[in-house]
């Protein structure tokens, strides 16, 4: 299947007076047609730069990128045409009620009437937002208007949806019905670009994922096969009290805060839950998740800051 972005060699220098920021260099993957694809990475990583010049709002310092075949640097009036956007920062405009505001965002893109109210009646369900439907924008809460922004996109006929972030502080219940809106626009057979910090969202929704680390790809692929990098399937985690030096018997040892991460395989596993449970620690033993390949990849937690010792170290 053909790609719907193609990065190749991409860097981004932002330039400022007294200085510049290298936010991207030299990267390159390709996001296939049709999926979900994950763009994951700590703050300040290069997400929404990437997300931005694909999004034809921003141009590349070096490399190209093409989307739906069309070179960002100099076809973006085709492109404009065939996605939607949801800025990560973002205020939807104010005067208008939540209903209204989709379908003028709908009619904007060139739907007709009908249709327009026909989707807007749908994602406004879909996203449970049916109760705020004839609310003025401006007196929704954050949560309700992140949702209203993912909403207009969702609602949208675009090919290619960019959601930065679009579930960063709506509530466990809002989250999941994004997630739904989220398959729903995959099971048609459109691509969608989704930058998070939830591990657990990347892994449960995207067919593909690719992680950055301070401008560089550190490794892009599909989820099965980035999971598959894992030799060591199981992961212990307990607290403090245990000696590193003892657990790295039973695996390999990372470690931050006053916790201890085991991973092991199976038997290795069973055995060090049977020991630490005899003492009395505080144990959990899980299989591996995407979170820990990247941990793993990283050597520390996403969620931590660029300054934090790393887990090796720590370990
Ligand atoms: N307009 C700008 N001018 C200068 N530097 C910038 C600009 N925008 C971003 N940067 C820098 O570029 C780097 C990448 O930023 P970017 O916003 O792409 O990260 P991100 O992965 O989206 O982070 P977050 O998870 O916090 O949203 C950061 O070091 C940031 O400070
Ligand atoms: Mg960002």
Wanted: hydrophobic share 40%.
């Amino acid at each position: 299947m053909a790609d719907a972005v193609s990065s190749r060699h991409l860097s981004k220098t932002y330039a400022y007076r007294g200085g510049s920021t290298v936010a991207l260099e030299d990267v390159s993957f390709d996001i296939p047609a049709g999926e979900t694809f994950g763009l994951i990475g700590r703050n300040g990583a290069g997400k929404t730069t990437f997300l931005r010049i694909a999004a034809t709002q921003l141009l590349p310092t070096a490399g190209t990128v093409t989307v739906l075949g069309y070179d960002v640097a100099h076809e973006e009036r085709q492109i404009r045409s065939r996605i939607a956007v949801v800025p990560q920062e973002s205020r939807p405009l104010y005067f208008a009620n939540t209903e209204e505001l989709i379908v003028w965002y709908l009619r904007l893109r060139g739907m007709d009437r009908r249709e327009s109210r026909r989707r807007a009646n749908g994602v406004l369900e879909e996203l449970g937002l049916e109760d705020v439907r004839r609310r003025l924008v401006s007196r929704l809460s954050g949560g309700q208007r992140r949702r209203v922004m993912a909403a207009m996109v969702l609602a949208s006929d675009a090919d290619l949806l960019f959601l930065d972030e679009p579930t960063t502080g709506l509530d466990p219940f809002a989250r999941r019905e994004v997630w739904g809106a989220i398959q729903r626009a995959n099971r048609e057979r459109r691509t969608v670009l989704l930058t998070t910090h939830y591990l657990d969202e990347a892994e449960a929704l995207s067919s593909h994922l690719a992680l950055l680390e301070g401008g560089h790809l550190v490794v892009s692929g599909t989820r099965e096969a980035l999971r598959a990098r894992i030799q060591l399937p199981y992961r212990v985690t307990v607290d403090g009290t245990t000696g590193a030096e003892e657990l790295s018997r039973y695996g390999t040892v990372s470690g931050f805060g006053d916790l201890r991460l085991v991973f092991a395989r199976e038997r290795e596993a069973r055995e060090l839950a049977q020991l630490a449970l005899a003492r009395g620690a505080r144990l959990s033993l899980a299989p591996v998740s995407l979170e820990d390949v990247f941990l793993q990849l990283v050597g520390r937690p996403l969620d931590e800051g660029p300054e934090a010792e790393s887990a090796e170290g720590a370990a």
